[in-house]
């Protein structure tokens, strides 16, 4: 075994680039002469730790010369800036942007959020529900504030990168948590920002009554047994409200204060927190985003086996079953039919509300990386970094 143990530190494989060492927070490799499609075209490369906000002037100012910063509204108006075209493409700086492969959300644990002692029952789906339908209603204005186009509102809990996910072209595509407790729509053509919000409270009140809760003069004066008039929900906003879903919070906490529902919004600047919680199953609500699989297998997440399943505590044998049917065929057609009903499911027992599909942003110096030798049509599934040996300099 003398061999084995002489190589278990010293990464082995046949990439177009080998390690040589790690120092300084700067990873040093140097071109596999080797490699299968040909030596590297640059000789040296060097992967850089940096902070995101260093990322864009790094590149403008020479320290770097790729980078992948978060693609905000700001950011991206940043690196428009830089060029002598105000495009984000331009003399100065190259960006690709791709849909990242994920999404953001707002969890919500059954087990805590419910109504009595069943936290699959119609009551505890509807306080659900009540809360969901409130924070459903400010997605499109924050997120568009936010990201600009760097980002877009989604319905269904699966990333836009998938070819499961529902598309506004279906027949039975519908907007998350857009019907009130009747099935009635809740937004009409033409509606105006305030309207729709206040079209949302008071949908959302007919939750909250058809949950258990006293309503009286527009106003919950009582909870139902198991069931409380207050709420926490962990965002890791850096304590500074530094996330896209701050503001959807902030607007929804604000909103159900004014019928007497306290959201109480914890902005964490220790994400281990949030983590530790999700973990043990102590929180309530939450602010994440998942990181998706090429295939839509959901079995890691939703069912009752998988290792997220206590995130959300569905624990369906209904939904169980549903995973396991879709997963079972190989028919691409099928398959998404089935994954839609499972995706209907978990909407309707509103544990999960979709919020955005963001983009992934990586910026090149024009000046000095050769942009002819980088990977053209770019996507979420291939990007620079399959042809990187192919990468020059000026």
Same mark, same amino acid.
């Given at each position: 075994?003398?061999?084995? $143990? ?5 990464? /082995? ?17 140097? =071109? ?23 990322? +864009? ?9 790729? @980078? ?22 331009? &003399?100065? /700086?190259?960006?690709? /942007?791709?849909?990242? $492969? ?8 059954? +087990? ?15 306080? $659900? ?35 499961? @996910? ?5 027949? &039975? ?19 105006? &920002?305030?309207?729709?919000?206040? =079209? ?28 409380? /008039?207050?709420?926490? !929900? ?16 902030? %607007? %929804? ?11 109480? !919004? ?59 049917? =879709? ?49 053209? &049509? ?13 990468? @020059?300099?000026?």
């Amino acid at each position: 075994m003398s061999g084995v $143990r002489a190589k278990t530190t010293k990464p /082995l494989g046949a990439g177009p680039y080998v390690f040589e060492k790690y120092e300084n927070k700067i990873v040093y490799m140097t =071109a596999n002469e080797h490699y299968y499609k040909g030596a590297p075209a640059t000789k040296n490369l060097q992967w850089k730790v940096t902070s995101n906000p260093d990322k +864009e002037p790094g590149v403008v100012q020479g320290t770097i010369d790729i @980078a992948d910063p978060s693609a905000s509204k700001s950011a991206l108006e940043q690196i428009a800036g830089e060029n002598s075209n105000n495009e984000i493409t331009g &003399d100065k /700086l190259s960006t690709v /942007l791709t849909d990242y $492969r994920g999404y953001g959300y707002i969890g919500i644990n059954s +087990e805590n959020v419910k109504v009595g002692d069943d936290h699959a029952s119609e009551q505890s789906k509807d306080l $659900r529900k009540a809360i969901a339908t409130v924070i459903s209603a400010y997605r499109d204005v924050v997120i568009d504030s936010y990201y600009g186009e760097a980002a877009s509102v989604i319905n269904y809990p699966i990333s836009n990168t998938s070819w499961a @996910a529902p598309q506004a072209s279906d027949p &039975d595509y519908a907007v998350a948590f857009s019907k009130d407790v009747e099935g009635n729509d809740i937004y009409t053509e033409g509606m105006s &920002d305030d309207e729709k919000y206040a =079209a949302a409270l008071q949908a959302a009140l007919g939750y909250f009554e058809a949950a258990g809760y006293t309503v009286e003069d527009g106003k919950l004066t009582a909870a139902p047994e198991g069931a409380k /008039l207050s709420y926490e !929900i962990y965002i890791g906003g850096a304590g500074q409200g530094d996330h896209p879903s701050f503001g959807i919070l902030t %607007a %929804a906490s604000e909103a159900l204060g004014s019928i007497g529902f306290d959201l109480v !919004i914890n902005d964490l600047s220790d994400t281990s927190i949030l983590w530790s919680a999700l973990d043990a199953g102590t929180a309530e609500l939450w602010c994440a985003a998942w990181q998706t699989t090429i295939d839509p297998d959901m079995f890691q997440i939703y069912h009752s086996q998988g290792g997220d399943a206590g995130k959300y505590s569905i624990y369906s044998e209904t939904l169980d079953a549903m995973v396991e049917d =879709a997963a079972a065929t190989t028919n691409q057609a099928v398959r998404k039919a089935l994954y839609k009903e499972c995706l209907d499911f978990i909407v309707d027992f509103a544990v999960e509300i979709p919020i955005y599909q963001r983009q992934d942003c990586t910026i090149y110096s024009t000046e000095r990386v050769n942009m002819d030798s980088v990977t053209k &049509d770019q996507t979420t599934f291939y990007t620079y970094l399959n042809e990187i040996e192919k990468i @020059a300099m000026n």
